[in-house]
């Protein structure tokens, strides 16, 4: 990934709080960023963050201090994790996902909090609205442009009626783009095939529930899922089951296409929301924001090979239009 594409998609308004002014610091300011699991978007988004950072003047080793830790997709380490950055009182607690973000909101009102790769935010009651939250949260939604992507499936597969949808119900960003599919799913004439997966153990035998009941599989960002990618990705290939996410990244690794956030600059955007507490700003003045309504371009991903391997063929005008095309 080219770390200098994100530039393109902010909007005026966005790009210009990024990079506004330098920051200014008597003494180190320390952020701790905590992450369910190191899986490539996660990951693109704390480094998307720690560039964010930069850009606004606030520079590891100079004056700052990062500590990032990430609990291996395990919620009780997650939580673990969570309180002890909270007993070490970092000037802000950077939480990636719902479930840590969770965990931060619970145990503490104190320490400024900036929530990054969420799809709902108020779903998850993290926060009560994104103009000026409140309290001591604010933010960045991750929501897919669902409408855009699924717009692109059909195109690869121009018989889509029914999709199948992998989630884990206990996760409220999946809950939430689980409703933002059918809503849109409805108005294309596609119908939404729910299977659940709770844990990872379980993601495989919910990928193989759906095949011959649909016409593709849709992968959201739920954390369960995509830590059970590969065997998603296998499922597809052996059966001739097209399999589609809601993230880009996946792309590469098999999946046969998606549209969505460059992960690095939805972390960009959050580290500006960081920079503007370091910099003095209350936190619950600070709009929450949703990244694809700040973004102007869509990153277009498919993979010719995992098409032919799924079955499918992707169509010309759509390899044109691509980002980025693995072969």
Do not use: C
Request: glycine share 8%; net charge negative.
């Amino acid at each position: 990934m080219k770390k200098n594409m994100f530039i393109k998609g902010l909007t005026g308004l966005v790009a210009s709080t990024l990079i506004a002014g330098a920051a200014f610091a008597a003494e180190m300011k320390t952020v701790a960023i905590a992450n369910l699991v190191d899986v490539p978007p996660l990951v693109e988004t704390k480094e998307g963050i720690i560039e964010g950072l930069k850009l606004r003047g606030w520079v590891v080793g100079e004056n700052l201090t990062i500590d990032y830790k990430q609990a291996n997709g395990k919620m009780d380490t997650n939580a673990q994790i969570v309180k002890k950055f909270i007993g070490q009182n970092p000037d802000v607690l950077v939480a990636i996902t719902t479930p840590t973000a969770q965990a931060a909101v619970a145990n503490t009102k104190d320490i400024p909090i900036v929530f990054a790769a969420i799809t709902d935010p108020v779903k998850a009651e993290l926060i009560a609205q994104y103009i000026k939250p409140g309290k001591n949260v604010t933010g960045v939604s991750d929501a897919a442009p669902i409408a855009t992507q699924l717009a692109l499936f059909k195109k690869i597969v121009p018989g889509l009626t029914k999709i199948g949808f992998i989630y884990n119900p206990g996760l409220d960003n999946a809950l939430a783009t689980l409703g933002w599919l059918k809503e849109e799913s409805a108005k294309m004439g596609i119908i939404v095939v729910e299977s659940a997966a709770p844990t990872v153990n379980e993601v495989l035998i919910a990928t193989k529930r759906l095949v011959g009941k649909v016409d593709a599989i849709y992968v959201p960002n739920d954390t369960t899922v995509i830590s059970a990618i590969a065997g998603i990705i296998k499922i597809g290939q052996d059966t001739d089951t097209p399999i589609f996410a809601g993230e880009t990244g996946h792309v590469e690794v098999g999946v046969i296409a998606s549209v969505g956030l460059d992960y690095f600059a939805h972390g960009i955007v959050a580290g500006g929301m960081v920079a503007d507490i370091l910099d003095g700003q209350t936190v619950g003045d600070i709009d929450a924001l949703v990244a694809y309504k700040n973004v102007t371009d869509f990153k277009i991903v498919v993979n010719l090979a995992s098409a032919v391997k799924m079955g499918v063929t992707i169509p010309a005008d759509v390899i044109a239009s691509a980002t980025q095309v693995f072969e």
